[in-house]
């Protein structure tokens, strides 16, 4: 059976890991039986000597082991079920340009849509009232991979400068979504695919930030879509930022 490591929102004070639920939406979506592996962020998953990083030297989730085949990086996973798994042939074709179109927007997510959420989370908290950058948030942003941060919280100006750009670009990453989606019900065309998967994990992630995505209807259609499957409504992390856009009047 798949083990699958990640970082439930139970017993973390963050909410959990999203980019591993990913994986988890995925094993769902297939009717693959998996074992869940829970680990503390703070005690298991970033300290540079844990074992832990024997099986995932970035000190990140999630990762799985398959019969003693052990894979790390969320969008990679999606494609390694999808080919290795009977029941997810649907989720990837084997060949044609619907596939490169379905690779190409989880390759995107990697490179374009996660980090600019990355460099937008901590500029929006000085933006709060009282909002800093304290020891422990610090210690976790760092640890995600988001050096800026040292440099947030000092100038006033230049933080809400860096926060309007990042904004900017999250609303231009939804632009781009928004015009892939005209005319079609998923981004890989009529059928729900591993990119789906991947950006319906992360896409509701702005609404945390206040970002509004009123002008984008075909994003917001897409997301209610994907909201009906079972396996994002059993998703806390994905269920709570829908819940946040509902409230906050975003969508
Ligand atoms: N590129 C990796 C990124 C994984 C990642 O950033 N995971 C976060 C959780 S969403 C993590 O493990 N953070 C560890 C920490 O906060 O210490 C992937 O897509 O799998």
Redesign the pocket.
């Known amino acids: 059976m798949i083990k699958f490591y990640t ?1 439930l929102p139970d017993n973390d004070d963050i909410g959990g ?4 639920t990913k994986v988890s939406i995925m094993l769902q979506e297939i009717g693959e039986e998996f074992e869940t592996i829970d680990l503390d ?1 703070r005690s298991f ?2 300290p540079r000597d844990s074992e832990y990083r024997k099986l995932n030297p ?5 990762t799985i082991d398959d019969d003693g085949f052990v894979l ?4 990679t996973i999606l494609q390694y079920l999808a080919e290795t798994r009977p029941a997810a042939r649907a989720l990837l074709p084997a060949s044609g340009r619907q596939r490169f179109e379905i690779l190409k927007w989880i390759s995107w997510d ?1 490179s374009t849509m ?1 980090p600019d959420l990355v460099i937008a989370c901590p500029l929006k908290i000085t933006q709060e009232a009282n909002g800093f950058v304290g020891a422990d948030m610090e210690a ?1 942003l760092l ?3 988001c050096a800026p941060v040292l440099l947030m919280g000092h100038d006033a100006e230049k933080d809400k400068a860096a926060w309007e750009q990042a904004v900017d670009m999250l609303q231009w990453d939804y632009h781009v979504l928004e015009m892939a989606l005209k005319g079609k019900r998923y981004f890989g065309g009529d059928d729900f695919s591993i990119a789906d998967i991947a950006l319906g994990v992360v896409t509701p992630i702005a609404f945390l930030l206040g970002i509004d995505i009123k002008q984008h209807p075909n994003v917001r259609n897409w997301l209610l879509r994907v909201a009906e499957r079972p396996s994002f409504q059993n998703t806390y992390s994905f269920m709570d930022h829908m819940a946040a856009a509902e409230r906050d009047g975003l969508m």
Do not use: F, L, S, Y
């Not at 790390?72 to 969008?75: D, I, R």
């Open positions: 970082i890991a999203r980019q591993a962020r998953v970033r970035n000190g990140r989730v999630p790390w990086e969320a969008g990697g996660t976790m640890a995600a991979g």
